[in-house]
Nanobody, 127 residues
């Protein structure tokens, strides 16, 4: 059973930065597609970014965060990261780390494609 534990959330002002971390159990990060999702109150889960299993060469971003967020992985630490810069109030929400059972991130934005989920870490961006 893969376990995912997020950390790094917090409260920042617009324009600020945060770096989220996701610690995975087992040898997960290097093998499977992993992603960050977020959910604002009353909203559906939204795919933020994904990275294919392997050496992390293939990275995918939603249009709303492209150029501001960076997804990365550290296979040695079995960890996934999300560097968030120039944060906006609309970036606020609970951020979740998710993992598939396969390497590739086809339909990366679909919540149902991910089998393992963390408990989430809260991000609040004030204007």
């Amino acid at each position: 059973q893969v376990q995912l534990v997020e950390s790094g959330g917090g409260s920042v002002q617009a324009g600020g930065s945060l770096k989220l971390s996701c610690a995975a159990s087992e040898n997960t990060v290097s093998r499977v597609c992993m992603a960050w999702f977020r959910q604002a109150p009353g909203e559906e889960h939204e795919g933020v970014a994904a990275i294919e299993g392997g050496v992390g060469e293939v990275k995918i971003y939603s249009e709303s965060v492209k150029g501001r967020f960076t997804i990365d992985q550290d296979n040695a630490k079995n960890s996934l990261y999300l560097e968030m810069n120039n944060l906006k109030p609309e970036d606020s929400g609970m951020y979740y780390c998710a993992a598939r059972r396969s390497r590739y991130c086809v339909y990366w934005y679909k919540r149902d494609e991910y089998y393992y989920w963390g408990q989430g870490t809260q991000v609040n961006v004030s204007s």
